[in-house]
Structure formats: C-alpha cells, structure tokens
C-alpha cells in the first residue's frame, strides 16, 4: 500500500479541465517537492512536472503542478484524447529513506 | 537522443537469482543518479532501488532490501540489478530510469522500456 493516496479514477470530457489530487504525510509532500508521471497503456511513464510545478521538457503547458501543505495537485486543461492514461505523483520520504510513488489514478477522457 | 536499454530479464525459479543491465547512452552516464523501477502487471510503479553518480549513495525499497543490489559501472555506461533470493512477487516490469539530478530523487526524466520478469517454478 502506498503512502501516497490517490484516487483511482477520473474522468472528463474533451476540452474541459480536471484535477489529479496526491495526499502524504509531514515526512513526503510536507518537506519534499512532488514530481508527477504519465503512462499511456503500453509504454513506460514520462516525467510531467517536477520540484512542484515545474513543466519538464517538452510537456505541453496544459499540464500544472501545485502543492499545499501534505497535498499535491496535477491540473490537465484543454482534455485531449491524447491524455488518456495512468498518472502518477512521486516524493522522497525521509522516514523510508527512498522514493514513493502514488498508486495511480486513471483519466479517461469521454 | 538520450536511450536507455534493459535486459536480462526472463523466467526464473522461486528462490532463485538473476540480473539485469541497462546499457545507456546519449548523456554523460557519470554525471547522474540511477534507479530502478518495477510494475506488477495491472499495477502501479514501485522505486525499489537508486544510487548516485559515484555508488556512494544507494538506498533500497524494503520490499527488496537485503535481496537485491544496485550498481553501476561508468566506464561502461551501465547499470545494475542483482536480484537473489526471488519470490513470486518480485515478478514484473522492470525499468531503468536516470535521475535529474546527480543523486538520487524522485525525478527521473528518461526511462527504458523496461525488461520483464517472471518468477515461477
């Protein structure tokens, strides 16, 4: 089980906006910067954004990263078909000394 | 163009020990972290081991810590996973990542295509 929660699925329709939600702990998100991923079915996963809410390279400025506190939010706008897939946040924990993943949430786009 | 490329996967006894490679290329292997990441079919991605640029930092998931062992060789661009002690669970995707940085972080903007593995008797 992770310790970072994320629900399991979202969805919605093209050209609307929607919101990944990513909740931790004091010892994750709370001291540490959230990095999200996308995985489309079949492929391994490409870093979105990273320390936050930066845009990594080459990613569409659709996508935005925010944090408050020990959560983290994704924000896909403009929906594209395209964007269909597995989203994952990412933090270092200091208690377990490593990196945790989220344990995905699922976009589907109607 | 930045590749990484796994292997060594491959079907493998209970208790039993394999390894696996990455072989990279189109970046200055030295200058950056590694890690390795795994899936379980229909699951989610599980950090279970990275180490910095020179193997002087290296840290493990607790799911295989004590099992496996991370390394790297830079003069060969390489990094890799011994993996002893397999149980059923450990069966997965594996991926190599590379860290953004030149530690280990939960950013890993590259990643392989990962090599399966297989755990049954």
């Known amino acids: 089980q992770s310790v970072l929660t994320q629900p399991p699925s979202v969805s919605e329709a093209p050209r609307q906006r929607v919101t990944i939600s990513c909740s931790g702990s004091?010892?994750?998100?709370?001291?540490?910067?959230v990095n999200w991923y996308q995985q489309v079915p079949g492929k391994a996963p490409k870093l979105l954004i990273y320390?936050?809410?930066l845009l990594s390279s080459g990613v569409s400025d659709r996508f935005s990263g925010s944090k408050s506190g020990t959560s983290a939010s994704l924000a896909i706008s403009g929906l594209q078909s395209e964007d269909e897939g597995d989203y994952y946040c990412?933090?270092?924990?200091?208690?377990?000394?490593?990196?945790?993943f989220g344990v995905g949430t699922k976009l589907t786009v109607l | 163009e930045v590749q990484l490329v796994e292997s060594g996967g491959g079907l493998v006894q209970p208790g039993m020990s394999l390894r696996l490679s990455c072989a990279a290329s189109?970046?200055?292997?030295?200058?950056?972290?590694m890690h390795w990441v795994r899936q379980s079919p229909g699951k989610g991605l599980e950090w279970i081991a990275g180490?910095?640029?020179?193997?002087?930092?290296?840290g493990y998931a607790d799911s295989v810590k004590g099992r496996f062992i991370i390394s790297r060789d830079n003069a060969k661009k390489s990094l890799f996973l011994q993996m002893n002690s397999l149980r059923a669970e450990d069966a997965a995707l594996y991926y190599c990542?590379?860290?953004?940085?030149?530690?280990?972080?939960?950013?890993?903007?590259?990643w392989g295509q990962g090599t399966q593995v297989t755990v049954s008797s």
């Open positions: 004091n010892s994750n998100i709370g001291s540490n910067s």
């Open positions: 180490l910095n640029w020179k193997s002087s930092i290296v």
């Open positions: 990412a933090a270092w924990d200091d208690s377990l000394n490593g990196v945790v």
């Open positions: 189109g970046f200055v292997f030295d200058d950056y972290g």
């Open positions: 990542a590379k860290d953004l940085t030149a530690g280990i972080s939960p950013v890993s903007d590259h």
């Open positions: 320390y936050d809410d």
